[in-house]
């Protein structure tokens, strides 16, 4: 049975994730560059770019969250839940971008951290190798989706780049530590229906 406290944490985890600003305990990349002059077209491109970022890192909040709930090991617990406070950095690293761009966050964004609680929830249900697997596999896929970014984002938004560019960092170090604790390689069809999945959160957020 699921514990209460842990319970109340993944509440309280949700609510500060959509209804509150995140925090970074570390300075935003690029923080010290310059803003660059961009034309409509290439601000609003950012703001997509971000705001599909932005989503990527609240339905991580959302996954680590709910594989921390049913994980059995409380080593494999304090290793999602410690990820997930780094991903929360990430948080408020596009949250500002996409603020400083003149834009505005998913509007489904309850929507994407319900979706991706339950997945997590259900991953850890099926043991701690699979839902290290799971998470490994999900670092490595949004490290391909930043690294996509990387080459649409507009050359001379060097503020914007800088975040993607720590972020693909962290992200691979998540997945390392994942398969560093246990985690095991998924099926060639979960992860596809995992690609697929991702494609259609990031194809949306980039319009709503």
């Excluded at 971000?50 to 059995?72: D, K, P």
Aim: proline share 3%.
């Amino acid at each position: 049975m699921m514990n209460v406290d842990k319970l109340i944490i993944g509440v309280d985890s949700a609510l500060r994730t959509l209804l509150t600003s995140a925090q970074t305990a570390r300075p935003v990349p690029g923080n010290e560059l310059p803003e660059a002059v961009l034309t409509d077209v290439e601000k609003r491109l950012s703001c997509a770019l971000m705001r599909v970022n932005h989503v990527g890192e609240v339905c991580a909040q959302a996954l680590y969250q709910g594989q921390g709930l049913t994980a059995r090991n409380e080593v494999v617990q304090q290793t999602l839940l410690r990820a997930a406070r780094e991903e929360t950095e990430h948080l408020a690293w596009t949250e500002r971008r996409i603020a400083e761009l003149g834009g505005r966050k998913s509007v489904l964004n309850p929507f994407w951290y319900g979706g991706s609680f339950a997945i997590g929830m259900f991953a850890g249900m099926l043991g701690d190798k699979w839902n290290l697997g799971f998470l490994a596999e999900t670092e490595q896929q949004v490290g391909a989706h930043l690294s996509s970014h990387l080459q649409r984002l507009p050359d001379n938004d060097e503020k914007s780049r800088a975040i993607v560019k720590q972020m693909e960092i962290d992200e691979a170090g998540h997945a390392t530590m994942a398969l560093s604790h246990g985690g095991v390689e998924l099926p060639l069809p979960v992860k596809v229906a995992m690609k697929l999945g991702s494609k259609v959160m990031t194809q949306t957020a980039y319009w709503i």
